[in-house]
């Protein structure tokens, strides 16, 4: 009777710097662009420099309200001057009179003559005739005077291609004038989940649910997350745990889309169908991280019709949060890159605060691990009770996770590595 033979060596799992940098490289940002208003370019990917045609501000203006003064006038404090204009926002008044001071407000362009401006609470009306004024304090030469082009000069890049616009970057570009913008084109992500477990909010009651159903929450937060990421998605629905069902739906899905992006089926069951269709319609390039929650990760292409032509393909664990986790710190760079951020600005995590931890882990674990943690009020971080990658409830709870080495124990007060979440949503 022949042995057994002996169980091959699986290969070591692929760290989450490692992933990161080999998923990063497979991506060639879209080329496609498109022009938007800028109030709609919040979170869009420019797609061009933006050089300023002009100086900001366009001219010396007052950032106080109160009175513009040449500077050898007012040698004293106590000094009398005489109110000879008075100039508001928007209106540009005319020379300042040697020994007289201008009536003067917030953002209104400073007067020739007049090289500082004196805050009105550092003045007093002289018997209550707005005609003059006591300068109480002596000025300096460019108090409370913006100069001309202090913000942006003209010729200077201001945003440069591959920003990722934010709320003021949008008012940087309205300040330039420029009521719209050319930004990269939104990615198209088809979006599906597998399981035959898995049921609609609202198709069925809780009290009619067969035993083993569940609602697919996951759906919901990746649609949402997509959609944060300037994603234009088309939601497939869910498929079910057939291989021709799978098949059909990567088909259909690689042709109009730049990624398909699913949930479940990608672990090594026999009713996990996305893997061997991924093989089967394309290439599987990835597959399993050394992190918990999300080692199921798994990236690829699947053919299009074209010749030569592939949809990237990233296939995320189905519980829910390895799902969250694997989409910010894999996903969420991989759309970057697409939408044409440099890779030099890409990072799996975006730096971490070391805080003092109010917790204990007496286990190591032998993967990286992200632990969901909370701020408290002594400046420490609160560890949720159940780190199990089904409790979606941590994700809520938690405003950040731990990046724990993979074989570190925590002991309480030790200082650990903190990511919030709002970082990782910005």
């Known amino acids: 009777m022949n042995a057994p033979k002996p169980a091959a060596a699986r ?10 940098h080999d998923l990063l490289g497979r991506v060639q940002p879209l080329s496609a662009t498109e022009t938007v208003a800028t109030f709609d370019a919040d979170r869009r990917v420019l797609a061009q420099d933006l050089t300023s045609a002009l100086q900001v501000p366009p001219h010396a203006n007052s950032s106080m309200d109160g009175y513009a003064v040449c500077v050898a006038d007012v040698t004293e404090a106590g000094k009398v001057l005489r109110v000879s204009q008075r100039i508001a926002a928007g209106h540009a008044g005319h020379a300042l009179e040697p020994g007289t001071c201008a009536r003067i407000f917030t953002g209104a362009p400073m007067p020739a003559g007049a090289d500082a401006v004196v805050m009105q609470e550092d003045t007093v009306e ?40 934010s709320p003021a970057s949008l008012g940087l570009a309205a300040s330039l004038g420029l009521s719209h913008l050319s930004v990269v084109a939104r990615p198209r ?29 996951n759906r919901f937060f990746l649609r949402a997350l997509l959609h944060r ?7 497939l629905g869910i498929v079910p745990d057939r291989r021709e069902a799978t098949l059909a739906a990567l088909k259909t899905a690689a042709d109009h889309h730049d990624l398909i992006l699913t949930s479940g089926g990608v672990s090594v069951g026999e009713e996990d169908h996305i893997k061997p269709s991924v093989q089967a319609l394309g290439s599987l390039d990835l597959w399993q991280i050394g992190m918990k929650p999300g080692k199921p990760f798994a990236y690829g292409t699947v053919r299009r019709d074209t010749p030569g032509a592939a949809c990237h393909f990233i296939g995320l664990p189905g519980n829910p949060v390895s799902s969250f986790v ?13 939408q044409g ?3 030099s600005r890409l990072r799996a995590l975006p730096p971490a605060i070391s805080l003092p931890a109010h917790f204990t882990v007496a286990r190591a674990d032998k993967r990286r691990e992200f632990l969901r ?27 950040g996770l731990v990046d724990n080495p993979a074989g570190t124990t925590i002991a309480h007060g030790d200082l650990v590595s903190y990511i919030s979440f709002a970082d990782l949503l910005a």
């Not at 989940?193 to 009619?208: F, Q, R, Y």
């Not at 990421?229 to 939601?235: A, I, K, N, P």
């Open 11 to 20: 290969a070591p799992l692929m760290s989450l710097a490692d992933a990161l």
């Open 126 to 165: 002289v018997g209550g005739d707005i005609h003059a004024v006591h300068i109480q304090a002596v000025p300096e030469v460019g108090q409370w005077v913006r100069r001309a082009g202090e913000d942006v000069t003209r010729g200077a890049v201001v945003l440069a291609q591959g920003e990722r616009l």
């Open 341 to 343: 951020v440099p890779a």
């Open 326 to 338: 694997t989409f910010l710190l894999l996903v969420r760079p991989f759309l970057l890159k697409l």
């Open 229 to 235: 990421m300037g994603c234009e998605v088309s939601d």
């Open 373 to 399: 943690v909370r701020r408290n009020a002594a400046g420490g971080l609160d560890l949720f009770p159940n780190q199990s990658s089904g409790v979606l409830t941590s994700a809520v709870w938690g405003d």
């Open 189 to 217: 992500v088809a979006l599906f989940s597998t399981g035959d477990e898995l049921v609609m909010p609202g198709d069925v009651p809780p009290e009619a649910m067969k035993p083993g159903a569940i609602y697919n929450s």
